[in-house]
């Protein structure tokens, strides 16, 4: 029973009156964030990760409330913030989830769950995805979901129709952006009524897939964000007239409610009497009684110091509110509440901050369940009971309900049993019965149709004259109540089963009706190729990524009813036992004539094997061997010149496959192909360290684009006119032993290629370096105004380098070349409002190695910087010392198109951020995150047109107790001030006060020459200057709040040898005043008797463009002139 697990909380007034709040003595294992109350009894959690960053699995529960037992289920996907509602046949339908967090993007997946079973299965993706969205039941048992936010950050504002028999419809567009999580109901004509959360009302008709917007406008007039909206009890005594109600929202928080009547003849919302307290992140639940319950929430958003303990009860019948008790736990951000069989209602989760929720359930016990004895005392009420009713009911249909209490029966009701998340329940809507009252039986009329009383599981209550309502009986509604439900079954395979990757399942099944025919297969094949069928056999069906993925049959039958519990297999894919591949010829290389094609095996693969090899899907080889090895002749004049793509499946003897592609150039037709001769390094020699490539070309006009490749890795590219070049390859980034380098040479009509099989040998040389990226301007937290020079680098890795350069997440720059410097102008004053903005760097190496690198600048721009939206930032106040969690008074003062995204940042880094068709919200800025100290807060928002405005406002942030941070200050600790030194010199800086962590830039002469972000408050840099004379040395030293200190110091520099150093030096080419582009070879000797090694390093327009270590006394190395400002320029 559930109430041997009640722990009563102290009670303000007799229960009788109010009812009575309850914590149970059991917790949730897991946050309670989406729930729906199942056939069974049983209520359904579907959490996800919970927006939990410790949380590395998506989780999932059936909890029993009679038992008080939790059965904890993984889940395949991320189910936070999804949609779920009840389908016809009982199963509950998932939609959306997340793919990613800050910022959200929403999942495409749907999922059923089987109450039969308690498992979850993956059913027919969306076409985008969903976060936030909502669900709607249709009057013929299909599902309409609509809003979240898509799989590409995008507002999702198509609607999509399901049905478990053919899986989703083509999507419709409405001609309006959605809030998030809106308010949807199903109205008995059979349309949809959207109630918000913004104030515009719209309507929505299924059928023709069309809306009618602006058909009236809340008397609140704003959003009522996390607000609540509820169907009231439809009737037949007054022709089942809709009425809506909403309530509560916003934030501060609003207590008005207001009601909309769908039978007046002009719709308009009236405003009703307020709750008892604002409301925000409300529950509001429908009662037996028709009254509706609203509880929990907060005055301000997610702060448990304002909540609204008291719960509310609102009486349609008078439109009136009584008091509803009081509970002792704050239900915020994430609290659901039920409606469950016997009459009580489940309260549960408050999640106002990331990663802390609250664990304990309480039941609210209604004042209908509580009366008084003869002596006054409160004792549970005498409950009417339900002795039998029946498990399916057609429309507009009599039926029998046995029941002792008959002749005190005043009321029969049915009750959708809830779905719910984020303040609003999907399903919840009561149907009054009429009926006559018999010995110990009520005869009833059921709904009048499917508009009124959707499909599906119902609770079936019985209230007597006291307003003392029975335990439920479950009642399914269906067009054909006396159709029984037909059953599939898969007969292929047999079982579950498990393959290798890119191997295929052979499906078949059949289905059987006792009253029918089955008309319809429905198979879906998560993972699979193909994804769905409707055939009874489908055939074989290939998986090829690993996972687990389980495949569903459902059967329909001649009524249009589906299997209740359809069938399942589980495929489990494994990574392929072996792979396939070319030895050749090279991929891109240029082929004619009979080229031989050289096939391979390797792994654990079983013999045989079936080699087929395909040019372009046609197969033109297959052989059967237990050979690791293959291999034909191809006669490449069977196709056009051009690319065509070389295709090998390799099969072994239990069935597993693997494939390899590969592309390559046709060129039979050799007056218009390009020859290629590689004279260097020679078939055969052991190559080492940097080796110089010797490339000719004849037979075509540049220019030209060379490649240099080593298997699969491209090892050099460059753009040249001329004919005969010479290109680097760094044997010590390829293995040693035999390698086969290919070079290939095109042009804009043309290609042609030539290779060279060397042995590299490095012996025990170390591998190069790992590749990293690194911002080199504007420093970090640093604000910049106008033409920004972004600077970046990379070192270590293999070249090329692609620099991709992002701002805000938006590609400004991909750049590739040799170079290890890239740079960007940035204007800030064309669509950067002032604020802080994100800039991602990107590099790419030449053997496919990445490095990231982030830094966080702040725009401040005169004038607004480019925004066309007029932000006032009302509080905190400029120079408060603010603690805990502040709030952010945030208007939006010019017009704009909502809804809006808008982000809080301060100390360089994001607090909060949410989208609000509202134009003024509070937004809450945990200030215990932020280090403390003087502190800017800035907003941003951006409208759903993209016009964009900022705002901000000087703070000191003061958490703990603690003072202020000190002021920082920089030092330079070594070398002394006036110290002459000699290369190299380590310089040790310092900072001190400020807020960590610290990034310390450090010039010479007015070029930087170090820069590091660092927690620690002394760092040290080696330098090597190598020109003798006198340095000013610059340290400017940036704390995580964005203040600054400098400091300076002058050294002289005396390395000996005089001024200049001692190594002569010529430079060759290019000549004084040559005009260079492209890549330019740059011919340098040194004159002088030196020692090397030696390190060249080539510089233009105050950037390095080229640096390496050679023992040779004339080197040639490139300068890719791109990467520096066309014209007058010194290298």
């Not at 380098?801 to 960007?824: C, E, H, R, W």
Request: proline share 8%.
């Amino acid at each position: 029973m559930v109430l041997a697990l009640l722990v009563p909380t102290i009670a303000a007034a007799q229960a009788n009156v109010v009812g009575q709040w309850s914590i149970l003595s059991n917790q949730s294992p897991i946050n309670p964030i989406h729930v729906a109350l199942l056939p069974t009894g049983k209520i359904l959690i579907a959490s996800g990760t919970e927006n939990d960053p410790t949380h590395t699995v998506n989780r999932g529960a059936v909890y029993d409330p009679r038992t008080g037992t939790f059965n904890l289920q993984t889940l395949d996907w991320d189910a936070f913030c999804n949609a779920m509602s009840h389908l016809s046949d009982g199963r509950i339908l998932i939609v959306g989830g997340t793919i990613q967090y800050n910022p959200f993007r929403g999942s495409k997946n749907t999922t059923i769950f089987d109450p039969a079973t308690e498992r979850f299965v993956r059913v027919q993706d969306m076409a985008r995805g969903r976060w936030y969205p909502s669900n709607t039941t249709l009057a013929d048992g299909r599902t309409m979901v609509f809003a979240g936010i898509t799989d590409l950050g995008n507002f999702n504002n198509d609607v999509e129709i399901y049905d478990a028999a053919s899986g989703w419809g083509a999507p419709a567009t409405a001609p309006f952006v959605p809030p998030l999580y809106p308010w949807l109901h199903l109205l008995p004509n059979g349309k949809i009524f959207f109630s918000g959360s913004t104030p515009s009302s719209a309507i929505f008709d299924p059928a023709t897939r069309t809306w009618t917007q602006n058909v009236a406008t809340t008397t609140y007039g704003q959003d009522r964000h996390y607000g609540s909206s509820v169907l009231l009890p439809l009737s037949p005594t007054d022709g089942y007239r809709a009425r809506i109600m909403v309530m509560g929202g916003n934030n501060p928080a609003t207590a008005t409610a207001e009601m909309i009547d769908l039978g007046a003849p002009t719709l308009t919302w009236q405003a009703l009497p307020p709750m008892s307290a604002p409301r925000i992140e409300m529950n509001a639940v429908i009662l037996p009684t028709g009254k509706i319950l609203a509880l929990g929430g907060s005055a301000r958003d997610e702060d448990s110091t304002t909540a609204s303990l008291g719960a509310d009860l609102f009486d349609p019948a008078t439109r009136t509110w009584s008091s509803a008790g009081q509970s002792t736990i704050a239900r915020l951000y994430h609290s659901v509440a039920l409606l469950l069989p016997d009459a009580t209602v489940w309260v549960a989760g408050s999640n106002p901050f990331q990663g802390a929720w609250e664990p304990r359930m309480e039941i609210y016990t209604p004042a209908y369940l509580f009366t008084t004895n003869a002596s006054g005392q409160v004792v549970p009420a005498t409950r009417p009971r339900i002795t039998t009713a029946p498990a399916r009911v057609g429309y507009n249909a009599a039926f029998t309900v046995q029941t002792p209490d008959a002749a005190d029966i005043a009321s029969a009701v049915l009750i959708r049993p809830g779905s719910a998340t984020h303040s609003f329940d999907f399903d919840q809507r009561l149907l009054n019965l009429t009926f006559t009252t018999g010995s110990g039986v009520l005869n009833v009329t059921s709904p009048l149709n499917s508009n009124v009383a959707p499909p599906g599981d119902y609770m079936l209550f019985l209230v007597n004259r006291k307003g003392v309502p029975s335990v439920a009986a479950w009642v399914q509604m269906s067009p054909t109540p006396n159709n029984q439900p037909p059953n599939g079954t898969i007969t292929n395979p047999a079982a579950d089963v498990t393959i290798s990757a890119g191997q295929s399942v052979t499906f078949a099944g059949t289905g059987t009706d006792p009253d029918g025919t089955v008309t319809q297969y429905s198979w879906v094949f998560p993972g699979g190729t193909p994804n769905t069928s409707t055939s009874a056999t489908p055939g074989a069906v290939t998986f090829s990524t690993p996972g687990i993925y389980v495949v569903s049959l459902t059967v329909t039958d001649n009524q249009g009813a589906k299997d209740p519990s359809p069938p399942t297999r589980t495929v489990t894919v494994q990574s392929p036992g072996f792979t396939a591949s070319f030895s050749s010829p090279p991929d891109g290389a240029v082929v004619f004539g009979n080229q031989t094609v050289g096939m391979a095996v390797s792994g654990n693969g079983t013999a045989p094997f079936t080699y087929r090899f395909s040019v372009d899907g046609v197969q033109k080889f297959t052989q059967t061997t237990s050979s690791t090895t293959a291999s034909t002749v191809w006669n490449t004049q069977e196709v056009a010149d051009g690319n065509h793509t070389l295709t090998l499946t390799v099969t072994d003897s239990i069935g597993r496959s693997s494939t390899a592609n590969r592309t390559v150039g046709v060129q039979n037709n050799q007056a218009g192909a390009i020859n290629v001769a590689l004279t260097a390094p020679s078939p055969g020699q052991t190559v080492s360290g940097t080796v110089w490539v010797t490339i000719w070309v004849s037979g075509a006009a540049g220019p030209f684009s060379y490649q240099l490749s080593v298997g699969p890795t491209i090892v050099w590219t460059e753009s040249s006119a001329n004919t005969n070049v010479s290109l680097p390859w760094d044997t010590t980034r390829t293995p040693d032993g035999t390698q086969t380098l290919l070079v290939t040479v095109r042009n804009s009509i043309k290609s042609g290629s030539a290779s060279v099989t060397v042995n590299v040998r490095n012996g025990t040389q170390p591998p190069p370096p790992g590749l990293t990226a690194a911002f080199t301007s504007p420093a970090s937290g640093a604000t910049v105004s106008g033409a920004v020079n972004v600077g970046m680098s990379a070192s270590g890795g293999t070249p090329n380098y692609t620099f991709v350069l992002k701002i805000d997440g938006a590609i400004v720059l991909n750049q590739s070349g040799p170079g290890t410097a890239a740079a960007f102008s940035w204007t800030t004053t064309t669509g950067y409002p002032n604020g802080p903005h994100t800039l991602t760097l990107t590099v790419n190496d030449g053997a496919g190695a990445s490095a990231t690198a982030t830094r966080t600048v702040t725009v401040n721009n005169a004038g607004g910087g480019g925004g066309t939206l007029t932000i006032a930032l009302t509080s905190p106040s400029s120079g408060q010392t603010v603690s805990g969690t502040t709030w952010a008074n945030i208007w939006i003062n010019s017009p704009g198109t909502a809804p809006y995204a808008f982000t809080l940042s301060a100390a360089g880094a994001t607090v909060w951020s949410e989208s609000q068709s509202a134009t003024h919200v509070t937004l809450p800025w945990v200030t215990s995150n932020t280090p403390d100290g003087p502190q800017t807060l800035t907003v941003t928002v951006r409208d759903a047109a993209g016009a964009t405005g900022t705002a901000s406002v000087n703070v000191i942030v003061q958490n703990g107790g603690g003072s202020p941070p000190p002021p920082l200050t920089a030092a330079f600790a070594a070398p002394a001030a006036g110290a002459t030194v000699t290369s190299p010199v380590t310089i040790t800086m310092t900072a001190s006060g400020g807020a960590p962590s610290y990034t310390y830039a450090l010039t010479a002469n007015g070029s930087q020459i170090f820069s590091q972000t660092t927690t620690a408050t002394s760092t040290s840099f080696t330098w090597s200057p190598t020109a003798n004379g006198t340095y000013n040395l610059g340290l400017t030293v940036t704390d995580a709040g964005a203040r600054t200190a400098t400091a300076t110091r002058t050294v002289t520099v005396n390395n000996g040898g005089g001024a200049g150093g001692t190594v002569s030096l010529a430079v060759t080419s290019p000549s004084a005043g040559q005009t260079v582009s492209g890549t330019t070879w740059v011919s340098i000797w040194i004159t002088s008797a030196s020692t090397p090694p030696f390190t060249f390093t080539l510089s233009a327009a105050g950037a390095t463009a080229w640096s390496e270590s050679q023992s040779a006394t004339h080197v040639t190395l490139p300068w890719v002139t791109t990467d520096t400002p066309n014209g007058p320029q010194t290298l």
